[in-house]
């Protein structure tokens, strides 16, 4: 009995493996193009405002499939979910690919590619989510979300650096025909590794707007899980200072030459993959809602510092603990949500989360732009980070269970 269970457990981080080497070449390969896709719609057309539709393509797709990709995600077997959007955005590089080829005189071929990524992101997102908890056993669980995260990050930080390399010697075509076979790979590894009984959701009989909904209202009618994914949302949403760094580079520090935007964007996913490693190997055992809203104030605090400063390394450094911090409160967040959400529900929750996730990213940068616009990139960040301090204490009022939430247990299905 001993020797089966010990097979078993191999078995399952032997896919869980596999299945964060596809996430790697995934991601990649989407931070590889999506500095092809910057650099060639700003070539085009010399707008900045084209630059923030990218974000907005892929975002709306993703918000208007929420509740039918949860939905799909609880419905069908997850593991093919992800192999699907994994070739649907093969399949979208290939384009862009012939697309450059032909030569491209508007984005609107762009844009429409853009739409097609976002559905796959729509449909990836919540399969994902949902498949990594039948990959590892509970216990493992908060270590295994710490080294996807740490994978991300990595991803995140050497991507958009191969990006520009490959950019510069082949240019854009180089770049999607690295980022197909990237997409490509990611879809045959997620294909071999084997379908675990709970990865199959049973069929549900109803298939009522009733079934769909069912994520959103377990999400409102649970304080933690309601608690812990509006938290993010709204501290995110007005911390979030990444859409200034070109300004704060130029205008507030005085650094020359693109090397000093460079740093600066590192160093956020630098401080999340230090703080992701540490978590693997030293997960929280007690006391995690607490370190949770601790996290989300030294988020906000060092937003703050990060407005006040004018040194380019004090800013860095900020920047650092900045990452750092917000890896904490992914962390919890994620262990938290997926273990207290039945796995018959995490595909439907999976796409609430997301929804929040993908708000709190792209229309904090928007907000982030339009009240730097107003009154200037140093009041935006400081004002955003004392409104994540603000958000922190209302949360830790209005929500009691999250000052509560000690250890991370699997709900009762």
């Not at 405002?49 to 975002?59: E, H, K, N, P, S």
Request: aromatic share 8%; hydrophobic share 55%; net charge positive.
């Amino acid at each position: 009995m001993t020797e089966t269970l010990g097979a078993f457990a191999a078995f399952r981080v032997v896919a869980f493996r596999r299945y964060q080497l596809a996430r790697l070449a995934s991601v990649l390969s989407t931070q590889m193009a999506s500095v092809a896709i910057g650099w060639q719609v700003y070539a085009t057309t010399h707008r900045a405002r084209d630059l923030g539709y990218i974000g907005l393509a892929q975002f709306l797709p993703a918000m208007g499939l929420a509740l039918v990709s949860g939905a799909v995600a609880d419905r069908f077997d997850r593991r093919r979910v992800v192999v699907a959007c994994h070739a649907l955005v093969a399949l979208g590089w290939a384009t862009l690919f012939l697309l450059t080829r032909q030569g491209i005189g508007s984005v609107g071929p762009i844009y429409a590619v853009l739409v097609l990524l976002g559905v796959a992101r729509a449909f990836a997102g919540p399969a994902s989510q949902a498949l990594v908890p039948n990959l590892v056993p509970d216990e493992l669980l908060g270590s295994a979300i710490s080294w996807g995260s740490t994978v991300w990050q990595a991803a995140t930080i050497v991507g958009p650096s191969l990006g520009g390399l490959l950019y510069g010697v082949g240019g854009p075509a180089g770049v999607y025909v690295v980022a197909t076979a990237g997409s490509a790979t990611a879809a045959l590894l997620v294909a071999g590794v084997r379908a675990l009984p709970s990865s199959r959701p049973a069929p549900s009989r109803a298939r009522s707007w009733d079934e769909v909904l069912a994520g959103v209202r377990y999400v409102w009618n649970n304080r933690l899980v309601l608690g812990l994914i509006s938290l993010d949302l709204f501290a995110v949403l007005l911390g979030g200072a990444v859409a200034l760094m070109p300004m704060f580079a130029h205008d507030i520090l005085h650094a020359r030459g693109a090397w000093s935007l460079g740093l600066l964007r590192s160093a956020p996913a630098l401080g999340a993959t230090a703080m992701a490693v540490w978590l693997a190997y030293r997960p929280l055992r007690r006391r995690a809602g607490p370190w949770m809203l601790l996290s989300v104030a030294v988020f906000g605090a060092s937003t703050v510092a990060f407005g006040l400063s004018r040194e380019l390394w004090f800013s860095i450094a900020m920047l650092v603990v900045l990452g750092a911090s917000d890896m904490i409160s992914v962390v919890v967040r994620q262990h938290a949500v997926q273990l207290a959400t039945p796995d018959a529900m995490r595909g439907r929750v999976g796409a609430v989360n997301q929804v929040f996730v993908g708000a709190s990213n792209e229309l904090g940068e928007f907000e982030s732009g339009l009240v730097a616009e107003a009154l200037g990139p140093v009041r935006a960040v400081v004002l955003g980070g004392v409104g994540t301090l603000a958000v922190v204490a209302l949360w830790a009022w209005w929500f009691p269970s999250l000052r509560a939430l000690d250890r991370m247990e699997r709900a009762k299905e």
